[in-house]
């Protein structure tokens, strides 16, 4: 079943605040040692935040290119081309002119495709397999939980 757009906020919010906040939470209690001159740990959870802020906002785009594909679906190859660019995106927000509680800047651009990559690859492997085994239904309410 093809997700509706309330299905996709829905499994993109519930799939960041679990999975992503998973992934992030390494980044944030210093794990891999990560030190530049701004406190950067409570950065890559504001990145998260903006992340799913922004994807809400781009999902209205999908959903309308989608519903000009023949069979209304959204292959694997485009979800990584949506995420290629959704990372484009946020970098260059916060490289250029910063984000409400993230200064110009402050990002290493090494730490944030890090992070961002391995966020996007979390969330894509949990989408696909995790989420039809955990949640047999969801697929079938166009990826709305309620």
């Known amino acids: 079943m093809t997700p509706t757009l309330l299905g996709r906020w829905q499994t993109r919010l519930f799939l960041?605040?679990?999975?992503?906040?998973?992934?992030?939470?390494?980044?944030?209690?210093?794990?891999?040692?990560?030190?530049?001159?701004?406190?950067?740990?409570?950065?890559?959870?504001?990145?998260?935040?903006?992340?799913?802020?922004?994807?809400?906002?781009?999902?209205?785009?999908?959903?309308y290119i989608q519903k000009f594909r023949w069979d209304r679906d959204w292959p694997g190859a485009l979800q990584l081309l949506a995420g290629i660019?959704?990372?484009?995106?946020?970098?260059?927000?916060?490289?250029?002119?910063?984000?409400?509680?993230?200064?110009?800047?402050?990002?290493?651009l090494l730490w944030f495709l890090i992070h961002y990559s391995l966020v996007w690859l979390g969330v894509f492997i949990t989408s696909q397999s995790l989420m039809r085994i955990l949640f047999p239904r969801w697929r079938f309410r166009g990826g709305r939980f309620l």
């Open 85 to 108: 660019w959704e990372a484009i995106f946020v970098i260059g927000c916060v490289q250029l002119t910063g984000l409400p509680g993230i200064p110009q800047g402050s990002v290493p």
């Open 16 to 63: 960041l605040a679990t999975v992503g906040v998973l992934i992030t939470l390494p980044f944030y209690l210093e794990i891999f040692g990560l030190k530049t001159e701004f406190h950067v740990q409570p950065i890559f959870f504001r990145i998260l935040i903006d992340i799913a802020i922004f994807g809400c906002g781009w999902d209205i785009l999908y959903n």
